[in-house]
């Protein structure tokens, strides 16, 4: 299984920038996805996260700025960011479950990275004020 992220740069702060986190190699179905971010020196923590049916979660930090969402055509996963601030710098991470059942956790919509499998690389976000 690969997550493979992109999207990542280096922006000034209120603009907008767009992740993807392509998917392949998985068997059964791509029960859950979130986006995750860690800046140096700090822990890492969940942005947003979705579920196969499409319901979505965020981080209080990132409501009403940022929007995740899937194109299960492509097996991809999008985190569209607004209004950038320089507090959203960080190494963004997507990561994923996928089985043949989803779990409860899936459905919850669960941010907690032990409940993902797999991981992508990381990219970068660096905003400038």
């Known amino acids: 299984v690969q997550l493979v992220e992109s999207g990542g740069d280096s922006v000034q702060a209120g603009r907008s920038l767009r992740l993807s986190c392509a998917a392949s190699g998985y068997t059964g179905s791509a029960c859950s996805m979130a986006w995750f971010r860690q800046a140096p020196g700090k822990e890492r923590e969940g942005v947003a996260a979705i579920v196969w049916h499409g319901d979505t979660r965020y981080a209080d930090a990132v409501k009403g700025r940022f929007t995740i969402s899937q194109d299960n055509a492509k097996n991809t996963r999008y985190l569209e960011m607004n209004s950038l601030k320089s507090e959203d710098t960080a190494k963004y991470y997507c990561?994923?479950?996928?089985?043949?059942?989803?779990?409860?956790?899936?459905?919850?919509?669960?941010?907690?990275?032990?409940?993902?499998?797999?991981w992508g690389q990381g990219t970068q976000v660096t905003v400038s004020s």
């Open positions: 990561a994923a479950h996928f089985g043949i059942h989803c779990r409860p956790q899936d459905t919850f919509l669960t941010m907690n990275g032990a409940d993902f499998s797999y």
